[in-house]
């Protein structure tokens, strides 16, 4: 149940980072924007590491494969492209394509076994419930 409730408010704070950042980028400019997005993550990271664990940055360099530690890279494209589809056609649209994104790429990751992710059998139930939320989202955008 916790698993749910985290969910739930990684899927709002997210909707409502993204309408921020599209604002910050109409007066700030969008690698302005982008880099105060990462540069301000990066603090509360920082000043939750020093009240935490802290387990030694070391540490990083012993992730294998290498590649995995392109995630922050990757955070500066999703912040790009959630700013712009927000800002091109609106947070309502732009999260739904996003999400259904989002499922169809993760279970593809699951089906494949790519990244190191363990594997999982095709499920006709769970691709009709992909195609559902297609579906959602032609609906959506039908006006």
Do not use: D, H
Not at 43 to 50: A, E, F, K, R, S
Not at 56 to 81: D, E, H, K, N, S
């Amino acid at each position: 149940m916790m698993g749910f409730f985290i969910a739930v408010v990684s899927g709002i704070l997210m909707s409502v980072q993204g309408i921020f950042n599209t604002k910050v980028t109409k007066t700030a400019g969008m690698w302005v924007s982008n880099g105060w997005v990462q540069l301000s993550a990066f603090l509360v990271c920082v000043v939750v590491w020093t009240m935490t664990g802290r387990q030694p940055l070391g540490q990083l360099f012993r992730v294998q494969p290498r590649y995995m530690l392109l995630g922050g890279v990757i955070g500066a494209g999703i912040t790009w492209t959630v700013i712009k589809s927000i800002g091109t056609l609106g947070p309502a649209k732009a999260v739904m394509l996003i999400v259904v994104a989002q499922l169809l790429t993760s279970y593809m990751i699951e089906i494949f076994g790519v990244f190191g992710v363990e594997r999982s059998p095709f499920c006709w139930r769970k691709m009709i419930g992909l195609l559902v939320a297609l579906f959602g989202v032609v609906l959506f955008q039908w006006e």
